[in-house]
């Protein structure tokens, strides 16, 4: 699996991968409409090829046009983005990176979402119990 995809690449190609993870596989006219700037064609073109040759993306041809893929299925790319931000802002610690998001001023919870959050945590700690 390549690297996380934030310390590999450009502010361009993030924004690329972004939109292909979010629609799930695109062609170069779908990335480019859901772009900042509205890049030129060409400019996706090049940079969604690069990507492919980097490791991040795959294509199938439908008709004339490219349709491209992550490589990574979003599931592991979101671990690893994860595992790569407690490592470096967290020490690697799961539970202040939670406390940090929990703290957020932002972050309004809601009751259900309270509910989930207090159901994950005494089903770790039933995980826990019996490990040990």
Same mark, same amino acid.
């Given at each position: 699996?390549?690297?996380?995809?934030?310390?590999?690449?450009?502010?361009?190609?993030?924004?690329?991968?972004?939109?292909?993870?979010?629609?799930?596989?695109?062609?170069?006219?779908?990335?480019?409409?859901?772009? $900042?700037?509205? #890049? =030129?064609?060409? *400019?996706?073109?090049?940079? %969604?090829?690069? &990507?492919?040759?980097?490791?991040?993306?795959?294509?199938?041809?439908?008709?004339?046009?490219?349709?491209?893929? $992550?490589?990574? #299925? =979003?599931?592991? *790319?979101?671990?690893?983005? %994860?595992?790569? &931000?407690?490592?470096?802002?967290?020490?690697?610690?799961?539970?202040?990176?939670?406390?940090?998001?929990?703290?957020?001023?932002?972050?309004?919870?809601?009751?259900?979402?309270?509910?989930?959050?207090?159901?994950?945590?005494?089903?770790?700690?039933?995980?826990?119990?019996?490990?040990?």
């Amino acid at each position: 699996m390549p690297k996380p995809l934030h310390t590999h690449l450009s502010r361009r190609e993030s924004q690329i991968m972004d939109v292909v993870y979010r629609l799930g596989e695109a062609s170069v006219a779908d990335v480019a409409r859901r772009l $900042p700037d509205e #890049p =030129a064609y060409n *400019a996706v073109r090049v940079t %969604l090829g690069i &990507l492919e040759k980097k490791g991040y993306l795959t294509h199938r041809q439908d008709g004339p046009r490219y349709l491209y893929a $992550p490589a990574v #299925p =979003a599931d592991k *790319a979101k671990l690893s983005a %994860l595992q790569h &931000l407690m490592q470096t802002f967290f020490s690697g610690s799961p539970s202040r990176a939670i406390l940090t998001l929990l703290d957020m001023s932002s972050a309004k919870l809601s009751e259900k979402e309270l509910d989930e959050i207090a159901a994950w945590v005494a089903a770790a700690r039933r995980e826990a119990e019996t490990d040990e």
